[in-house]
């Protein structure tokens, strides 16, 4: 058992951002995708809450499995939205 749970632990933690010249966004550590559409990607990531906001956004690979995500598009915007701290996360926001 010990060596699954260190097995799992670093998979879990790791968590990187790649922007190729605006155009193309690869994430890892994905845990699920809130929303999408042309103008934001939002996304639940091991470190919170990603908000990717630009134009003609689209998913071109999608594995939460895996925890990838590639996006092709114009990135104008990369957020991590706070869900603890005084503001409140995404959904607590956008219904007040």
Known sequence: ?????KKTRPEAAAHHVILEGRERLS????EDV???DESAIVMNT???TLVVRGEGLHIEKL????????VE????????E????????FLARLFR
Do not use: H, P
């Not at 706070?82 to 996360?89: C, T």
């Open 1 to 5: 058992m010990q060596y699954e749970e």
């Open 27 to 30: 994430v890892s550590g994905v």
């Open 34 to 36: 809130e929303s999408f």
């Open 46 to 48: 091991c470190e919170g």
């Open 63 to 70: 594995s939460l499995d895996g925890g990838d995500l590639k």
């Open 73 to 80: 598009g114009s990135v104008d915007s990369l957020t991590y």
């Open 82 to 89: 706070d869900a603890g701290g005084e503001r409140g996360g």
